[in-house]
C-alpha cells in the first residue's frame, strides 16, 4: 500500500486506543473522541475522527501544533521515527511516496538542536532577571530551591511569540509556536531532547515546542542497582530530587509509550516505583506499567492532592515529601521480603 491507502484505510481509533483510552463525545465529522493525550499526557485534550472524509485524524490540544494528524503522523510522533519507518510499520512499502501524497519532510536535527539549545540558554539566563521574579516565586512555591532551577537549567519565556521554521530545522512548516512561560528543557548526558512551557495563562497549561524527541525527563538519575521513582510532571520529579533521597528521579507523561531509547534507564535500575498522578488517566496508566515487569510496582496514593506538588503545597514541608518517598521504599522492601 502507498501512502494515500494507508491514511484512508487505517483504523487511527484502533491504533491510538492502543496507547490511550478514549470515549465518544460527539457526531462531528462521522464521529469524535476523546481521551488524555498518549504523547503529552494531558486530560481530554486528545481528539479522534476516525471516520472524516478524508481519512481518519488525530489531534491534541496540547502537542498537536495547531492541526490535525494521520495515521502515518501518529505513528512517526509514537515511535519517533521518520516517514519510511512509520510507512512499514502500518504495511506500506518501503519505498518513497507517489509524487501526489503527503509526505512529513524531515526535521534537520543539528539546526534544531542548535537553535534549541540557545533559546533554551537565553531563558535559564532570563529567570534570574528582575522582570522573571514573578517566575520564580512561582517555582520557589512548588518547593524548587534555585541550585535546582539552575542545575536542571529551568528558564522563562517572557514573550509569547513565533519563530522561523527554517532557524528550527522544518522546512516547509508553520511558523513555531513559542508561549510565554516557564521553559522545561529535557537534557540526558549527551543531547537536549525537547523543550516544554508551562504557560502563564491559557489551557493547555503545557506546550512542547515543535521538533523535540520524546525521553524520559531526567534519566540520567537512574543508576545501575538503584531503586527508581517515576512521576508524570517534570516539576513534581524536581520536587522530589529536592528531599535529597539518593534514588532515581525521572517523569514521563501518563499514557506515552515506552520507547526503545528510555530501556537501558529501566534495565539499569532494580525496583521502579510509579508515582503518577492520582486521577484516572494517572491510574489507568501505572496499571498499564506495572504489566511490563515484575519490578515495576504502583505508588499509594498520596495523603492529600493528586500529586507531589500538591501535596507539598499542602504540607508547606520537604520532609513530608521525604516520609511519603520513604514509605514508598520501605513498602517495597517489604513485599519484597516476604
Known sequence: MDAATIKQTTDILTLASLDTQLKK????????WAGSCPFCGGEDRFRVQPYHPDGGKWYCRGCGDNHWHDAIDYVMKRDNVEFREALKVL???????????????????KKWNDTAHEFAHQCAEQLWNDESEKARVYLHGRGLSDDTLLAWRIGFNPIEGYGNPGEWGIPDG??????RGIVIPCYSESALHYIKIR????????????????FLYGAQTYRRGSMAFLFESELDALLAMETGLNVGMASMPAGQKLHVEYQPYFDSIEELIIAYDDDQPGRDAADKLVKLSKHFYKAQPLPTGKDLTEYYKSMGDIG???DWLLAQLDLIGANNGA
Open 320 to 322: 513530608d515529601i521525604l
Open 25 to 32: 463525545v460527539a457526531s462531528t465529522e462521522g464521529g469524535e
Open 199 to 214: 504557560k502563564s495563562a491559557g489551557n493547555p497549561k503545557y506546550h512542547i515546542l515543535h521538533g523535540g524527541k520524546p
Open 174 to 179: 508553520d511558523k513555531i509556536f513559542i508561549p
Open 91 to 109: 504495511g506500506g512499502e518501503d519505498k518513497p511516496p507517489a509524487k501526489n501524497d503527503t509526505q512529513v519532510p524531515a526535521i534537520d536535527r
